[in-house]
């Protein structure tokens, strides 16, 4: 079933094109060799890796060589400070044309305002994002009330008023243990030393996001910015229900949708679940279930855009022209209708895999999953998510542990598996394959037994494999990764 969508994707155009990429990426790896042989081989050796294990990373993909290799293009030698047409540096007019084909096929794709393509990454698209809000919010206003035109106008003094305005402003996220991000205020990351934060967790019994509890945390604390968006959170979020509680107090509604950006894309998530009639300011990766190059995104409404439009020079220098003509093709890709069946299945997989899961009786986090991931707990196994990971990992399955709502063993250990569905789909992985892959994933954890540290308790990290389930693991997902090869018809000589 999903035949089609694969081959279509991931060498448009079928074998030809399958031919064509084979010599490309031969030749290249050729004139590589020619200076460091190491990285000619270091570079087969990842596609043979990604060939042969079953990554359900949830983060990842597999993006086509068609944006593979526009990256690795002379675009990358070029400077382009500043926006389309209005640049810091002579010479510009190519890279004009991809930023600009990258911003109108993301206005296209999500239905959006105004797009910018100059994020080298999530993170930096949220930095483009808060700084931005900040100036609209906060640095506009002050400039207005100092009667400056803008801030090399104040006085010392003003300035240094301003800026402690600027650094002490509120931010409303989702908690890490609920499945937020690092970067939406956590004090390790950049966010939270900018800003005062608080997180909104899930119900405790259900594993939801609970819009009344969210709605009562955004009243007493009073926040500029209220951020949803999740890295390990397997549902749906309804952001009408955001939006309306932004806009009860005030906030500016920020929707980091980094991971489940493909399912906005392919139209899976429609209405009150897509974010970006609702939200002020949207940031994503490109390289997640959007399935294009490393890189960021951000998307706002008009009122927003100016501000955003100056995240080179408040937050990012030269653009990697490279990359944004890489994401002027993926997203030429994901506007194809091919996409959204694409899109559809990863929803389909996940509900597979996570059935899957619920049959051979292992517990989930919410009980299952709207989205792209499933989020395992591993505890009924008596493992922790460390010891599942490196199980997991010794069979060939590919996976990242994560922490669980109140997680007794908490940010480093963890009680959780993260699977997600974007990169096995795109290998044309359908429901079949995922309810295997559940089968292959219980086999491992049931056969993994914690080891007792000197002292007599249970170690959380170090652990046995039961005789003979790495071999039967390995085999049965080679006949999966067999039946569905990554890059069909490309081969390395
Ligand atoms: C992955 C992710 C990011 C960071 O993306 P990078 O490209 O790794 O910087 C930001 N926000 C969320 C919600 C993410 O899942």
Request: one cysteine or more.
């Amino acid at each position: 079933m999903t035949e089609s969508t694969t081959v279509n994707t991931q060498v448009s155009g079928g074998n030809d094109v399958a031919a064509t990429a084979s010599t490309a990426y031969n030749a290249a790896l050729e004139v590589i060799a020619s200076v460091e042989p190491r990285v000619a081989e270091a570079t087969r050796d990842e596609l043979a890796d990604q060939r042969s294990s079953l990554k359900l990373i949830a983060s990842e993909n597999y993006a086509s060589p068609a944006v593979l290799l526009t990256m690795g293009t002379w675009f990358s030698d070029k400077y382009a400070e500043g926006t389309v047409g209005h640049r810091f540096y002579a010479g510009c007019q190519n890279v004009d044309t991809v930023e600009a084909l990258a911003a109108e096929h993301a206005r296209e794709l999500f239905g959006a305002e105004y797009a910018y393509a100059q994020p080298h990454s999530g993170i930096d698209a949220n930095l483009v994002a808060f700084w931005s809000i900040l100036a609209h919010r906060v640095e506009s206003p002050a400039l207005e009330r100092f009667g400056a035109k803008n801030v090399n106008e104040l006085s010392e003094e003003d300035w240094e008023t301003l800026r402690h305005e600027l650094g002490n402003q509120r931010m409303l996220g989702m908690s890490l243990d609920a499945g937020g991000h690092l970067t939406h205020g956590f004090r390790p990351n950049i966010s939270g030393k900018m800003f005062h934060q608080r997180s909104y967790g899930t119900d405790p019994e259900t594993g939801l996001l609970d819009y009344d509890r969210v709605a009562a945390a955004a009243r007493e604390f009073k926040p500029l910015v209220l951020i949803a968006g999740y890295s390990a959170y397997p549902r749906r979020v309804n952001f009408a229900k955001m939006r309306e509680i932004a806009d009860e107090v005030g906030a500016t509604l920020m929707v980091d949708m980094a991971h489940f950006a493909g399912l906005v894309a392919g139209k899976v998530f429609t209405g009150e679940e897509n974010p970006v009639p609702y939200a002020h300011v949207v940031t994503t990766t490109t390289h997640k279930s959007l399935r294009g190059p490393r890189g960021g995104l951000v998307l706002a409404t008009e009122e927003y855009a100016p501000s955003v439009d100056r995240g080179c020079p408040m937050v990012l220098g030269g653009p990697l022209s490279h990359v944004m003509a890489a994401k002027a093709v993926a997203l030429a890709e994901a506007r194809q209708p091919a996409f959204a069946t694409y899109a559809q299945n990863i929803a389909d997989n996940a509900q597979s895999l996570a059935e899957g899961f619920l049959q051979r009786d292992a517990r989930l986090v919410t009980g299952g999953t709207d989205n792209h991931l499933v989020l395992l707990d591993v505890s009924g196994f008596g493992l922790t998510g460390r010891q599942a990971e490196s199980a997991l990992l010794d069979a060939g399955v590919v996976t990242n542990r994560n922490s669980v709502p109140a997680d007794p063993n908490g940010a480093w250990y963890t009680s959780g598996i993260r699977f997600g569905t974007p990169a096995l789909t795109t290998r044309g992985f359908g429901r079949d394959e995922f309810d295997r892959v559940a089968e292959l994933v219980v086999d491992v954890l049931s056969n993994t037994t914690p080891n007792l540290t000197k002292d007599g308790r249970t170690s959380k990290a170090s652990y046995t494999l039961a005789d003979g389930v790495v071999e039967r693991t390995k085999a049965a997902s080679a006949e999966l990764l067999d039946k569905h090869p990554l890059y069909p018809g490309l081969e390395l000589t």
